[in-house]
């Protein structure tokens, strides 16, 4: 009977199969279970680090400019000119209504990381039209990297040669790039292309012989409506008097006044600052420079004539907004 009880209760091999696949349906179960439990998990869990840090900004304090990126501000509508702060040199950034791009001069060399930052902050890629007002360093320097740097539609300077090293180091840079170099002189109408809703007028120089090699620096009168800003790269009173020699006064008529050589008192004559009677005068000048300038009797004059200065040296850079009736410091 012993032997037909553990008969009776042995298992038979179907029956160990179909308990171990019972087995191993159990255990994918529980598998399953766990990981859609897990899954559950990790969803509520960023739900909530989500809320946490919606309610942690909304309760923090404005963030840093260093931990954030601000959204550029809409630029008005018109003819921006900025006369950026570059030391003892000159540089002016303009944007027409249209959204085309010139920079006339670039400082000295030293000027092109704070050219780069500027133009990177208004989202240049490249420029339209690059001029130089005459070849002294302090205006061409920075326009070495520039043009190694940016796409550059076209390029002008005075066609005047200048014996220097900064001058071969932009003659080799401009030769590797894609620019289209001219050098135009003053005449009857002599006009530089850029926006068809923007004049850009060369007043100076014409070919002849400068004693001051100054004097042979771009006067332009550039106009939007009735707003004007004339340019003057480092003329001195003897250039002042030859491009009204050749021009009618009402060609120097503008608003605005980029005053001559930095503020030395050998330019911006007061005759010539009669003909161009500007509401504004900016002065492109290093901080505590070694030549003492802006001098006192320049600022006198144009005290006397009634005239707001900006001074880069001061002031830093300076945008202006000529929208055609009027002229307004961008802040």
């Known amino acids: 009977m012993e032997q037909d009880f553990n008969q009776f209760n042995e298992p038979t091999v179907e029956e160990l199969a179909h308990r171990r696949r019972n087995r191993i349906l159990l255990i994918l179960a529980l598998v399953f279970a766990l990981a859609v439990v897990a899954v559950v998990t990790a ?22 400019a260093e931990a954030v990126v601000p959204t550029p501000t809409p630029l008005p509508s018109g003819l921006l000119v900025t006369f950026l702060d570059v030391g003892q ?12 791009t010139m920079l006339i001069d670039g400082g000295p060399e030293s000027a092109f990381p704070t050219i780069d930052q500027f133009l990177v902050s208004r989202g240049v890629v490249g420029l339209d039209v690059v001029l130089a007002s005459h070849l002294h360093a302090d205006h061409i320097g920075g326009l070495i990297q520039l043009v190694d740097t940016y796409p550059i539609g076209d390029f002008y300077y005075p066609p005047f040669d200048a014996e220097s090293e900064t ?22 109408d002599t006009l530089i292309p850029w926006d068809d809703a923007v004049e ?40 002042e008097k030859l491009a009204m020699k050749a021009q009618p006064n009402h060609c120097f008529d503008a608003n605005v006044l980029k005053v001559g050589h930095h503020g030395s008192s050998d330019s911006t004559s007061e005759k010539f600052l009669k003909a161009v009677s500007p509401q504004i005068a900016v002065i ?25 200065v900006y001074r880069t040296d001061e002031d830093g850079s300076i945008t202006l907004l000529l929208d055609g009736t009027n002229v307004t410091v961008v802040e």
Do not use: C, M, W
Not at 169 to 180: H, R, V
Not at 205 to 215: C, E, I, K, R
Not at 284 to 308: F, H, I, M, Q, W
């Open 89 to 100: 040199g000159d540089a002016a950034f303009l944007q027409s209504p249209s959204g085309k």
């Open 43 to 64: 969803l509520l869990h960023g739900a909530a680090q989500t809320t946490l840090a919606t309610a942690a900004v909304a309760a923090s304090p404005s963030p840093s």
């Open 167 to 188: 001058y071969f180091q932009l003659l080799d840079a401009l030769k590797e790039s894609q620019a289209t170099v001219s050098s135009p002189l003053a005449g009857v």
């Open 200 to 239: 850009i007028r060369v007043l100076a120089p014409y070919q002849t012989v400068y004693s001051d090699y100054n004097d042979t620096s771009y006067i332009l009168r550039v106009s939007y409506g009735d707003t004007a800003v004339l340019f003057t790269g480092d003329a001195t009173s003897l250039g």
């Open 284 to 308: 492109s000048v290093g901080k505590n420079n070694d030549y003492g300038l802006p001098d006192e009797a320049l600022l006198d004059r144009l005290n006397d004539a009634g005239v707001t």
